[in-house]
Nanobody, 121 residues
Framework: VQLQASGGGLVQPGGSLRLSCDASGFSYNYFCIGWFRQAPGKEREGVSCITLSDSATYYGDSVKGRFTISRDSAKNTVYLQMNGLRPEDTADYYC???????????????WGQGTQVTVSS
């Protein structure tokens, strides 16, 4: 499984970024693909996930109403549109996959390298 995240960068508070995740290397079904983030000295936090079966979406409480996840099935690419960014959103963002609908949606099974998001003036 290969999950390639891109689109991170430096943005001012209140700004927007769009992350992309290109998924490849597997031909079987999965439950959802999404994102988690981790800031230095902090625990991993589930950000969002979108299901394969019906594109149902899940969001962490801290990003609800600001972030939107979507999927381009033809390209096997998942996007995370992040609006209204805050300094506390600063973290490394990882694209991740959860194969089975067991346990919490943010309990991912595999992930790729992260992309850094910095929100600062």
């Amino acid at each position: 499984v290969q999950l390639q995240a891109s689109g991170g960068g430096l943005v001012q508070p209140g700004g927007s970024l769009r992350l992309s995740c290109d998924a490849s290397g597997f031909s079987y079904n999965y439950f959802c693909i999404g994102w988690f983030r981790q800031a230095p000295g902090k625990e991993r936090e589930g950000v969002s996930c979108i299901t394969l079966s019906d594109s149902a979406t899940y969001y962490g409480d801290s990003v609800k109403g600001r972030f939107t996840i979507s999927r381009d099935s033809a390209k096997n690419t998942v996007y995370l549109q992040m609006n209204g960014l805050r300094p506390e959103d600063t973290a490394d963002y990882y694209c991740a996959i959860k194969f089975l609908r067991v346990g919490s949606w943010w309990d991912f099974d595999s992930w790729g390298q992260g992309t850094q998001v910095t929100v600062s003036s």
